[in-house]
């Protein structure tokens, strides 16, 4: 319970100074997000008076922190100088790249940690040297690039699945975007499964359990597959993290209506609170899956020490 307490203290530090320096960082951007809404009309000083009084840009960055973190801890994400709260945007984009984000995830997952097992069987061997290169090959193509040959080949050529847009549904609108994304991950996983594999395998304690007669199938499962399982599980943890931040490009490939997409034109058109809640929110994320790691690690290995 204390470890729990002192995880979830340092989430709190954590997140409070990185809001800041995002909000900061957005802060010190060039550009005049209200000149950006009048676009080349002239706004009257009347006008700008007001708006910057409405949205608190007439006081010190500080001051507008504490307008937008006194908000935050009450669900409110602010709003746009158009008025639009930041919250209805998230309402719409989050749940697309939530779910491109966990397909991803869950194709990591499986062919990685298959891949991993494959090339641990037999080290050395021929399937080992094929998951090796399959994982190398993986991390070499450039996700764009993948990104456009799933859609020319997959999409247009054979007519299996969509190319933009999420009105197919899940799964079939989400399945190629998401296999662009967890290749980038497939590499890495495949790799720490077979050297965990590996080490678990020649580890005194699975000796000792093989001499005490244990059978092979409690020994693989309990013994050898669990333990190796933990620097996977840190991976892919903080990697699904990285997913529901790192999906910007795909989603413009695919027109997908996502987070990464409401980011990008919040970037064009100089709208900071949106910026700022896209990054918060990713940053809570991040705290949320790195405390369920750390809780994870103790199921699987309650040795490691707290």
């Known amino acids: 319970m204390t470890y729990l307490f002192t995880r979830l203290l340092q989430g709190v530090v954590v997140f409070f100074g990185t809001s800041l320096l995002v909000f900061l960082a ?4 060039p550009g005049d997000p209200l000149g950006a809404l009048a676009g080349d009309a002239e706004l009257s000083e009347t006008v700008v008076r007001n708006l910057e009084a409405r949205y608190h ?3 010190p960055v500080l001051v507008q922190y504490w307008y937008y973190i006194t908000g935050l801890l009450q669900g409110d994400f602010g709003t746009t100088v158009t008025g639009e709260n930041v919250s209805d945007i998230f309402a719409h984009a989050w749940p697309v790249t939530i779910q491109l984000a966990l397909t991803a995830w869950v194709l990591e997952l499986i062919i990685g940690v298959t891949l991993g097992i494959v090339a641990a069987l037999r080290p050395g061997g021929i399937a080992d040297r094929m998951a090796t290169s399959v994982a190398i090959l993986a991390l070499a193509i450039p996700t764009f690039v993948l990104a456009f040959f799933l859609q020319q080949w997959f999409g247009l050529s054979l007519g299996w699945f969509p190319v933009a847009g999420v009105s197919a549904g899940w799964p079939l609108a989400y399945l190629l975007p ?3 994304i967890a290749m980038l ?5 495949a790799r720490l499964m077979r050297t965990s594999l ?3 395998v020649s580890a005194d304690y699975v000796r000792t359990a093989k001499a005490r007669g244990i059978s092979p199938l409690r ?11 933990v620097p996977v599980v840190t991976y892919l943890g903080v990697d699904l993290g990285a997913l529901l931040g790192g999906a910007v490009v795909v989603e413009g490939i695919f027109n997908l209506p996502g987070i990464g997409r409401a980011l990008f034109t919040a970037i064009n058109t100089q709208q900071g609170s949106v910026v700022v809640g896209v990054v918060t929110a990713g940053v809570l994320v991040v705290l949320v899956m790195n405390i369920l790691v750390d809780i994870a690690h103790k199921l699987l290995d309650p040795r490691i020490a707290p």
């Open 26 to 29: 957005v802060f010190a951007l």
């Open 57 to 59: 840009l007439d006081q």
């Open 178 to 180: 998401a296999f662009c």
């Open 185 to 189: 991950g497939v590499g890495p996983i």
């Open 198 to 200: 590996l080490e678990t």
């Open 219 to 229: 020994l693989s499962g309990r013994h050898v597959f669990r333990n190796a399982l």
